[in-house]
């Protein structure tokens, strides 16, 4: 089992371009997150999913957006790339609440934005 | 509101020295998780621990000891003779009911050889 999979590992953005960071999972997982993490700081949560077609707002949702059309795939698309946004990105899933709640996490998306 | 407090910031000890990290939650949930997780200087996010709520016993994983007190809303982690290998940042998270995981603003570890 490979787990949670990100793509690509470090990327240099301009001003107002935008991007899509990959993340898919091999572990079934309902449930995936989006995080974001600041240099020095803990996670925030951007974006989540209870389920294919299913998404939510998580705490700075701005500047994102999120679909998630099959179990394996929870792709992060950035529109209008600001300074704001250089961040390490995390995804991550799991069974959920009932199972544990457990969240494992991919190796993380390195971002800046220039 | 639910919450997640790690007190110690930064921690230096000198390795073969035993180190606490602290963390102290609050929920309204009766039925919740926590956790603790590493990240190491590479920087991804190693699961370390579940707890439930139900499950007040300590736990042990050779150096590793977690300590879960409900009257006192702690969950606090012991390292015995820390190794260099232990430095990381280590985070503290709540999961209740929303399965949305509530992070700490994680403790820095450093071990001096």
């Known amino acids: ?114 | 509101a639910q919450k997640v407090t790690q007190a110690q910031t930064e921690i230096s000890v000198v390795e073969k020295e035993d180190v606490t990290l602290d963390c102290v939650y609050e929920t309204r949930d009766t039925t919740y998780y926590l956790f603790w997780y590493k990240q190491p200087p590479s920087g991804e996010l190693v699961f370390l621990i579940r707890r439930n709520s139900f499950d007040e016993q300590n736990e042990i994983s050779g150096r590793y000891s977690w300590n879960f007190q409900k009257s006192t809303s702690s969950f606090n982690f012991t390292i015995t003779a820390s190794q260099v290998v232990d430095s990381a940042v280590y985070f503290c998270a709540l999961n209740q009911r929303d399965d949305k995981i509530i992070f700490g603003k994680g403790t820095r570890l450093h071990i001096l050889p």
């Not at chain 1, 020095?40 to 974006?47: P, T």
């Not at chain 1, 299913?54 to 700075?60: F, L, R, S």
């Not at chain 1, 946004?85 to 971002?111: D, I, K, N, W």
């Open chain 1, 1 to 114: 089992n490979a787990g949670v999979t990100q793509t690509p590992k470090f990327r240099i953005l301009k001003i107002g371009q935008s991007m899509t960071l990959q993340c898919t999972q091999d572990m079934n997982h309902n449930y995936m997150y989006w995080y974001r993490q600041d240099p020095g700081m803990g996670l925030k949560l951007i974006y989540y999913s209870v389920g294919a077609g299913i998404t939510d707002k998580g705490e700075v949702p701005n500047g994102y957006n999120v679909s998630r059309s099959t179990t394996e795939d929870f792709p992060l698309r950035l529109e209008l790339a600001a300074p704001s946004q250089t961040s390490v990105y995390f995804c991550a899933s799991s069974h959920g609440l009932a199972a544990g709640g457990t969240q494992y996490f991919g190796p993380g998306t390195r971002l800046l934005v220039l």
